[in-house]
């Protein structure tokens, strides 16, 4: 970790706005679809994980997830991931299966999760 890997403190602001679909239809004509939500929890002290690089919540509700609405990794078309540390970036994409465990850097590295790459991440700036 250094000293840039954590993001300042800054003003900021997002909302979603979660309706029927029969309400959205009446007020837009594009609006995404929620197929699957899951939550999990997992411990935040490091020391006390089975892998330090695994995030067991991040893993547990991304399957459920998944599972609740048939797609996988392989379906998603552009995420928005919490990376207050670069790591965090790396090690949620793992964990949510667009990467194999260790190898995330690599698609950054290659352009993958760019704007206009296979699999966009964190296209608002991130956190």
């Not at 995420?79 to 965090?88: K, N, S, V």
């Not at 790396?90 to 690599?106: D, I, N, P, R, T």
Request: charged share 25%.
């Amino acid at each position: 970790m250094r000293l840039y890997d954590f993001c300042p403190i800054t003003d900021g602001s997002a909302a979603l706005l979660f309706c029927p679909e029969s309400i959205a239809e009446e007020y837009a004509d594009e609006y995404a679809i929620v197929s699957g939500v899951d939550g999990a929890t997992d411990t935040h002290v490091v020391h006390e994980r089975e892998d330090p690089t695994v995030m067991g919540g991040v893993v547990e509700s991304g399957e459920g997830a998944y599972e609740m609405s048939g797609y996988g990794p392989e379906d998603i078309d552009v995420a928005e991931l919490h990376d207050m540390f670069t790591i965090l970036e790396f090690l949620q994409m793992e964990g949510l299966g667009f990467a194999e465990q260790g190898e995330a850097w690599k698609l950054v590295e290659d352009g993958y999760t760019e704007r206009d790459g296979e699999l966009p991440i964190n296209t608002s700036g991130g956190l």
